[in-house]
Nanobody, 116 residues
């Protein structure tokens, strides 16, 4: 079964850090690029970080550049999102996603709340 299972997230104060994980199964993880999206309340889901199959190339939305880092461990079939210097505007549900056999696959979503 093709699936992405997320972990991490929670409630933090501004300036703190969190790491999200996304474990893949049911497909050849090392053959697909991986992307993190987020959806804030009342807003559309937006891509924030993408990583190539080997991890050698990454790209970020301007809103998170310099604060968030996407990485992957192909030996563990897992992609990560390290989030530093969190801001209240980072509050959202975060999703990992990829495309397998031309079909999108999404993680279940993880709530991140940044509030004092």
């Amino acid at each position: 079964q093709v699936q992405l299972v997320q972990s991490g997230g929670g409630l933090v104060q501004p300036g703190e850090s969190l790491r999200l994980s996304c474990a893949a199964s049911g497909f050849t993880f090392s053959s697909v690029a991986m992307t993190w999206f987020r959806q804030a309340p009342g807003k559309e889901r937006e891509p924030i970080a993408v990583i190539s199959t080997s991890g050698s190339a990454t790209n970020y939305a301007d809103s998170v550049k310099g604060r968030f880092t996407i990485s992957r461990d192909n030996t563990k079939n897992t992609v990560y999102l390290q989030m530093n210097s969190l801001k209240p505007e980072d509050t959202a549900v975060y999703y990992c996603t990829t495309v397998v056999h031309e079909s999108p696959v999404w993680g279940q979503g993880t709530q991140v709340t940044v509030s004092s």
